[in-house]
């Protein structure tokens, strides 16, 4: 799965004005590329409305707080804004869902939670279909129309400032999706805050948390640190943080798990708005 402030937006609307959604699923900007942001919802607010504001998809909104359609917000609920990384297609003549899933690199499981569809749906054309995590297609001079890799090359790196989360684990997967990287670990190993600060996002299901869990994160957590980035912690067998907590560099904050999008017990660990030093 898979860059560092988070807005919480209360009192004052956020509005995004990264440009007209609809060909990434997630939006990005020069001031919010890849950032988490907590919603505060107000009375009257719908799913919807919260979408609008930040130029997602209802889906998105749906996807990362593990609600189901139609779900009712309550005044002060607490919506996570999780950019989902991926592709919107539009449907043409012949396609069908698979076809969609192998053409974007996508998981046709995803593909049908997040779009509320079933395997056996007919498509018409012009449907809209978001593939989460999706790939966009190289064009014929080999270029794609993503820019992710040259938007991550531009981080900051701030050598020496991120403590190792699992000392124990072995890298698994190197950087991918949101910056970030795996490391495998037996379940349960402690997991370590890799910096200090404030706990903006502690999510964690008790239960099954299968693998569209909480946008395919499983249990997670996000730190904000003083220097402006974010460090998420996810696929996590326990949570130890609560929302507004402060931790401290090297605090344990949870356990490592096989929660959401994950084949085996591993930390999936990114790093938003700095280079990932792991």
Known sequence: MGGGDITIVG?????????????????ESSDHQGKVSLYVVRSGDTISQVAKMFGVTVETILWANDLTRGASLREGQHLVILPIDGVQHTVQRGDTLRGISNKYKGDLEEILEFNDMTADQKLSIGDI?????GKEVLTPTGVTTTSRSRTIASYPSYV??????????????????????????PTGAPVYAAAEGTVIVSRFKAGSCGRTCFGGYGNYIVIEHPNGTQTLYGHLNA??????GRVEKGQ???E???????????????????????
């Open 160 to 185: 020496g400032y991120y403590a190792h989360p699992v000392p124990t684990g072995h890298k698994t997967q190197g950087t991918h999706g949101y910056n970030g990287v795996d490391y495998g670990a």
């Open 252 to 254: 344990w904050i949870g």
């Open 11 to 27: 009192d004052s609307a956020f509005i995004s004005d990264a440009g007209p959604s609809g060909t990434i699923a997630d939006i």
């Open 129 to 133: 279909v978001i593939i989460p995590n």
């Open 256 to 278: 490592v798990g096989n929660t959401g999008k994950s084949t085996g017990a591993h930390l999936h660990f990114e790093v938003r708005g700095a280079m990932n030093p792991f």
């Open 239 to 244: 949570v130890y943080t609560s929302v507004g």
